[in-house]
């Protein structure tokens, strides 16, 4: 039987960050275990910007976030298993995990604490209670996201998404730039559940509509997916009778939330924190479970994984002072300090030409622009000057940052994913994926790779973000 001091469960940024934080702290023998084929977790299939302002102080892609933790665990020398399924873990003095894979069948590890770092998913359509057959068509927004950013296929050519998530708004702007037809996002709260600029950048930009306190009431088509129905719904969220509306489709992505992965912590025992859907934990982040930490999106939902990378460095810390200092007695549960969610909509009656909702960070600030006789700006609302230089650059010349993936020969995956290595002009957008969809390139293909030097006459060029391995 294996004997290590820390086991981590989950490979993405909570299990690396928390690996990482122990081993600086003194522990020497780590276990990351991962059930997929490659470290990163969900990470490597969210191919938009978005991550790191605060870890690296700039603006990366779920892939290159996950690049760097992972060159850093290999730096460090931190042994993992991928292809790895958990099954049990039992706490005390020693921990017993076990897990499988392919290898080595069942087997066991003990240890002197663990970290579960399993992350979340999404809530599915059982949970919505919608009426109709179980048509093919139907898939939660990462699922889609799956297909399209890791497998390189579409699920569908005309879509509608139910939920207004931050999944579900990027996977509307990623879906029209592969060529679907995005008919609405509808969503049946009264204000968006994702950040402001999302809806800037994800729909207004491709005038894609929201549809706020609306649902979708019924699917249609028995084989694959017809249409479906939405309508308006009152303050006790049910459908107002005559205001159903059949929108026809063939795809419908549920962006409906996102649940605490705990299965692995119900089993060990761990008392479950009703509010967050997490386990409870103490201060130091420690389960009612002995010896067994959380953090990450087990513990509770987090909007930025850089707030993930942050506590999962505070329970890789907990978890190596425990093995090396010994296990203070179990204190009072402390839930963790949850940002009260935004409700987000855009002001009504809001100015497009003038009034501008910053996206170059999560703030997503209201802007006032007001011409001056000489033809400059007075600009006021932002909080930095990154919105300044924004609304100046919107009202004259707009530009964004393009992600996407390019089709790969001879590697272990289909597609890697790119963006361009500065933004381009807003209008050359569609030009810039006419020519990312017609390349092709040969693996390997690592990040920081230049795959288009001159896309769509901008003078900047495409790079990898992500990494393309030979087929073994």
Known sequence: MKTVDLVIIGGGPAGMAAALSA???????????????????????????????????????????????I????????????????????????????????????????????????????????????????PAGIYSAGTAQRYVNIEGRMPGKEIVVLGSGDIGLIMARRMTLQGAKVKLVAEIMPYSGGLRRNIVQC??????????????????????????????????????????????????????????????????????DAVTQGPVVNERLETTVKGVFACGNVLHVHDLVDNVSKESESAGAFAADYILNGGSDWKEAVRPKIPEKTKCTLPEGRDASSQLICIGCPAGCLITAKKREDGDYDITGNTCQKGEAYARNELTSPVRTVTSMIRVHGGRRKVVSVKTAQEIPKEKINACMEEIN?????????????????VAGTGISVVATGNAMQTV
């Open 71 to 134: 060159n850093m665990v290999w730096e460090k020398g931190i042994e993992n298993l991928l292809n790895t399924m958990v099954v049990d873990v039992q706490g005390g003095s020693p921990c017993l995990i076990t897990a499988m894979n392919k290898e080595q069948g069942m087997f066991q590890i003990k240890a002197k604490a663990v970290i579960l770092a399993m992350g979340c998913r999404e809530r599915a359509r059982g949970a919505m209670n919608i009426p109709g057959f179980r």
């Open 203 to 272: 729909l207004d930009d491709y005038n894609i509509p929201l549809k706020l306190s609306h649902t979708v009431t019924k699917i249609h088509g028995k084989d694959r997916v017809e249409g479906v129905t939405v309508a308006k719904v009152d303050e006790n969220l049910q459908a107002i009778p005559d205001t159903e509306e059949f929108v026809s489709c063939d795809t419908l992505l549920l962006s409906c939330g996102l649940i605490p992965e705990n299965e692995l912590s119900q089993g060990a025992g761990a008392q479950m």
């Open 438 to 454: 017609g390349v092709y390139v040969s693996a390997p293909v690592k990040v920081g790779d230049v795959l288009i030097e001159n």
């Open 23 to 69: 081993y600086e702290k003194g522990v020497a023998k780590i276990l990351i275990l991962e059930r997929d084929k490659e470290l990163g977790g969900i990470l490597n299939q969210c191919i938009h910007n978005g991550f790191g302002l605060h870890t690296f102080k700039e603006e990366l892609t779920g892939p290159e976030y996950a690049d760097r933790y």
